[in-house]
């Protein structure tokens, strides 16, 4: 299951539309950094909506992607996690501390618009 | 709910279909959807940990009877792996002996009600976890 990714102007929009492997997950994270350095993207919004669970190795690989991609220079963040996967997230231990998150793509737009206009 | 379900784990395509069996029971069993997830959730760290340490191995899905009518579902991760040398280790937040976050066995235990692991150096692991309806 590869996960689309979307170029729209200086951002990334990754949208996971079904239940991702672990390996499908480590893909993700290759193509989004090769990305990134191939666009000079400065945001990436991946889009969790879809996913079915949020367990410790698909937080790890998101807390990956968007340290990889600070390193680059841009921001990353993580858009849609449903409300029970939030739950259980938290039940777990999981709470993606240093990675941005937004409710929905809208949202998360417009954390990137006011994070590269504070930057200007 | 049927009988039990036993889904062999071998790869990590594995650990998708067994917590999405395990949410298709749950639901069944007339759990929430949030329920649900914590129950698939617990399912895809155990499933995990067979593909990481002891591949291959089974999840196996049954309905739970307890005392005073009490309904559940319960979850057996079993393989014949290398098993654990330190269980008491392997249950404190925080170790990992993988490079991951450390969280899989004391998690699993947060989420779910009842949780029982045998191990063996050398002679494989059993989890059994149990979640009840309120």
Do not use: C
């Not at chain 1, 893909?27 to 990305?35: D, M, P, S, Y």
């Not at chain 2, 307890?66 to 393989?79: L, Q, R």
């Not at chain 2, 290398?82 to 993988?98: E, K, M, N, T």
């Amino acid at each position: 299951m590869q996960v689309p990714i979307l170029k729209q102007g200086s951002v990334l929009i990754a949208t996971i539309q079904a239940a991702l492997s672990d390996a499908d997950l480590l893909e993700l994270r290759t193509a989004l950094v090769q990305q990134v350095v191939r666009f000079r993207s400065a945001g990436v919004i991946v889009d969790v909506t879809a996913m079915d669970v949020m367990d410790s190795f698909a937080s790890r690989t998101l807390l990956e992607i968007s340290h990889m991609i600070r390193l680059r220079g841009a921001a990353t963040v993580i858009v849609g996690i449903q409300p029970e996967v939030a739950f259980a997230m938290v039940q777990l231990g999981l709470t993606l501390e240093d990675v941005p998150t937004a409710l929905d793509l809208e949202e998360g737009l417009a954390y990137l618009q006011q994070k590269s206009r504070s930057m200007n | 709910m049927a009988a039990e379900t036993q889904i062999r784990i071998a790869s990590d395509k594995d650990v998708v279909t067994a917590r999405q069996q395990g949410r298709a029971v749950a639901l069944q069993t007339g759990f929430t959807v949030s329920e649900a997830t914590l129950i698939a959730t617990a399912i895809s760290e155990l499933a995990r940990n067979i593909v990481s340490y002891a591949n291959p191995g089974s999840v196996t899905l049954k309905p739970a009877n307890g005392a005073n009518g009490a309904v559940g579902i319960t979850i057996i991760a079993s393989d014949s792996g290398p098993g654990i040398a330190d269980i008491a280790q392997a249950l404190r937040d925080g170790y990992s002996s993988s490079g991951g976050l450390g969280l899989g066995l004391p998690g699993v235990r947060r989420l779910m009600d009842e949780f029982d692991i045998n191990s063996r150096a050398g002679g494989g692991t059993t989890v059994t976890v149990t979640k009840w309806l309120p």
